[in-house]
């Protein structure tokens, strides 16, 4: 604390609280966007892997029906349909590899601010902690006894003999 904090008017407080009160506010809000674009990223991400899983399982559908024809045509010929089951069997398990994994990306929830909301608690509590704490006395703690030492002096004449 300065010497100057003394001489400063309610008023300049006044606006001092409020000025903390507003930078406070709005880093809390940055810290909202920041854990909020940080959770679309990580949607976006299994949302993309999402997409890759149907691509794979949409080929998986054509190689199968491919495959089914060939047999169909080739039913007694076994050697050039079994070619086209692997193939189809490597790409539905592509598939169902990018499905889960695209799962559990989005499976970690809605983009939510929890780090700030957390501390936005905390900081409410902190005030309302102070807000209702009561004041701290302003005067001595131990009563001063008039004409010892350490007394004020006194404003009153005192009576000469």
Sequence with gaps: M????????LGEIVSEVSDKASLLVREEIELA??????KAKKMGRGAGIGAAAGVFLIFALVMFLHTLAWLLVDIFDSAIWIGFAIVTGLLVLLG????LVA??????????PDMAIEQAKITRDTIEAHATAPPAPSGPAVPVVPGEPGAAP????TPKP
């Design 2 to 9: 300065s010497a100057d904090d003394g001489d400063r008017s």
């Design 103 to 112: 799962a559990k990306l989005i499976k970690a929830g809605p983009p939510t």
């Design 33 to 38: 966007k920041a854990e909020v674009l940080d």
């Design 96 to 99: 169902i590899i990018a499905g």
């Design 154 to 157: 006194s404003t009153q004449e």
